[in-house]
């Protein structure tokens, strides 16, 4: 039986995502656990793990973000088509090989079935690299990476059994990568697979840099020197500071760049739209556009 | 004798911006060293450097951006005020106090009397926070700073046969910076003034990022425990590089985030514009522009032929 499990802090788009998505994938015989949030992300998904773990017919746990929406039909059977090698962990539909630190997508992405849909400026999607089956590029495939992303999370019921989110490293950022970390530490794999995943999620990445900051750091910290490549970088302490300290006033100025250019852009198109708007015959046709606006909302009654 | 001095990369671009910048506030004794530049920034400004150490009249040099215009009227004048100040050793319209390295920007910019002005999408203007004089915030004044930024430096007469800028730190990046951090390490002042002028840029900050991060490495060592503030921040090595690894790849990811919010703010206005330009009415009065457009084409061109 595959469970399907998420931890809730906003009801309203649990009920307009994960759940039409887990109603899509389910079984007939597979258990819904919807919870309420405990504390950090960490915690709330041990909670989970730690109620199912007792299951015997349990073949899969699959923790979904709230706002993410599984949209294969055949989840379940592709889920079961990967943990048929007894030696993976945990599925996603995202991952990256080359990971170093939280920053997952630093690494070398390799498979990314999933599109991200934001309702800001009204709306829009953005599919990633696999998202369109026919438009594969020539590093895109499913299998074994170092690290997936945590908003669809398949779990085998060995590491439901024997891993446990850290809930020492903080409240949310990094759980997934750690979690990763320690699967791979136990011996086991971890893989994508090609299930597909509308995530809907706002176009704000990083909502808080400060607490991100530190879960890097902590996390850091924890896997030094235990896992090969992550926390890697050329030269002794010294040198990657002061390299790094360049590329981070480098990485805020070219984002204070992009702003200077994304705002000359705004105002060139505000000046088009106003050119267009303030025209005699935008102007003389204003009546025709009243009738037109008033029929379409009769209509729509 | 206030000299000026560009190297020049793109005569084109002297010639629009700097050099009618420079007519216009050069006295009638003024000496213009316009050279074309050599293989770095730090070569070509210490070429003028030379030059301008040998007037025995120098009052101060102003080295100037070829794509600076300096729209100032009273610059000299200003100049000359300020230099009343012995101590003084360079002046600019920008800068900045609690720098750390060659981004000066991050420190707390306390003067900025100068316009962006760009071309790109149609062009526009970017005016610092100190160009309009009624608008200014609290927290704008002249005087004492860290560092200037290096597109309108006005030296001082000591600082022209005293100082050179460092060659072996590079070919662009950072030469402002270190110069007056020798000019404060040489006891002298860095200030701001109220010099106005425009930077004609694009609006790519860093066009040459791993140059601009080989610089930022280069200056950190070269002024590590040699000037208060430079190249400091808390906790040991380790920490400092987990902490800036850290800031980098959350700087990335924001600025990632910010690109996708630009282009979904751009795929929104463009859908308003294609609404717009799609609808019934603009369509069929596209005869009445066309026709607007050419009669508007005739008159000008009447009024061409007088």
Avoid at chain 1, 37 to 52: E, P, W
Avoid at chain 1, 159 to 188: I, K, M, P
Avoid at chain 2, 12 to 22: S, T
Wanted: aromatic share 8%; with cysteine; net charge neutral.
């Amino acid at each position: 039986m595959i469970v399907f499990a998420s931890s809730i802090t906003d009801a309203d788009a649990y009920s307009r995502f994960a759940e039409p998505g887990i109603r899509r994938a389910a079984e007939p015989d597979s258990e819904v656990l919807a919870n309420a949030a405990a504390g950090s992300i960490f915690r709330s998904y041990n909670l989970i793990m730690d109620s199912v773990a007792e299951r015997d017919d349990l073949e899969a746990l699959v923790l979904l973000h709230q706002d993410a929406e599984l949209a294969s039909p055949d989840f379940c059977s592709t889920v079961r088509a990967a943990l048929r090698d007894p030696e993976v962990g945990v599925v996603g539909c995202v991952g990256a090989v080359g990971v170093r630190s939280i920053a997952w997508w630093e690494g070398s992405v390799t498979w990314a079935s999933f599109t991200h849909r934001y309702t800001e400026l009204g709306g829009g999607e953005l599919p990633a690299l696999s998202w369109k089956t026919d438009e594969l590029p020539a590093f895109a495939h499913t299998g074994e990476v170092d690290a997936v992303d945590g908003f669809v999370l398949a779990l085998s019921p060995w590491t439901v059994r024997n891993v446990r989110f850290d809930e020492s490293l903080g409240q949310l950022h990094g759980y997934d990568f750690d979690f990763c970390l320690q699967v791979r530490a136990a011996g086991r794999k971890v893989v994508t697979a090609d299930f597909r995943v509308v995530h809907h999620h706002s176009l704000e990445l990083v909502s808080n840099p400060e607490t991100w900051i530190a879960a890097h750091m902590r996390v850091a910290d924890k896997w030094d020197g235990r896992m090969p490549g992550v926390n890697a970088a050329g030269g002794e302490w010294r040198q990657r500071a002061r390299r790094a300290e360049a590329e981070a006033a480098l990485a805020r100025t070219q984002a204070v760049a992009a702003m200077l250019q994304a705002d000359a852009r705004t105002v060139q198109l505000e000046r088009q739209l106003a050119e267009v708007t303030g025209s005699t015959s935008w102007r003389a046709t204003a009546p025709l556009r009243k009738i037109g606006a008033l029929r379409k909302a009769r209509r729509a009654r | 004798m206030i000299a000026f001095g560009s190297p020049i990369t793109a005569p084109e671009v002297y010639e629009r911006f700097a050099q009618p910048g420079i007519e216009a506030v050069a006295e009638p004794g003024s000496a213009v060293f316009a050279y074309r530049a050599t293989s770095s920034i730090f070569r070509s400004y210490n070429l003028i450097l030379d030059r301008a150490a040998s007037c025995d009249d120098l009052e101060a040099l102003a080295l100037v951006h070829q794509d600076t215009e300096i729209v100032d009227p009273d610059f000299c004048a200003k100049v000359r005020r300020v230099l009343r100040d012995p101590d003084v050793g360079v002046i600019g319209c920008i800068g900045a106090i609690g720098v750390r390295s060659i981004a000066w920007w991050e420190g707390s910019v306390t003067w900025a009397s100068f316009i962006h002005r760009y071309g790109e999408l149609g062009g526009g203007d970017l005016p610092g926070f100190a160009w309009k004089r009624d608008e200014a915030p609290p927290f704008a004044r002249t005087g004492e700073v860290d560092v200037v930024d290096g597109f309108l430096l006005v030296l001082s007469p000591w600082v022209v046969r005293n100082l050179r800028f460092d060659e072996s730190l590079g070919r662009l990046h950072g030469y402002d910076v270190d110069f007056c951090l020798q000019v404060r390490a040489a006891g002298r002042k860095v200030v701001t003034a109220d010099l106005r002028a425009i930077h004609n840029h694009s609006l790519e900050l860093v066009g040459d990022p791993e140059g601009w991060t080989e610089a930022h490495i280069r200056l950190a060592r070269k002024w590590d425990g040699r000037m208060p503030r430079v190249g400091v921040a808390g906790g040991d090595w380790e920490e400092r590089a987990r902490r800036a690894e850290a800031e980098a790849e959350a700087a990335r990811a924001a600025a990632v985030s910010k690109q996708l919010q630009y282009d979904a703010r751009e795929r929104e206005f463009r859908r308003i514009l294609d609404e717009t330009t799609g609808s019934v009415g603009w369509r069929i009065t596209e005869p009445l522009r066309r026709a607007n457009h050419w009669r508007r084409r005739a008159r000008a061109a009447l009024r061409r032929r007088g």
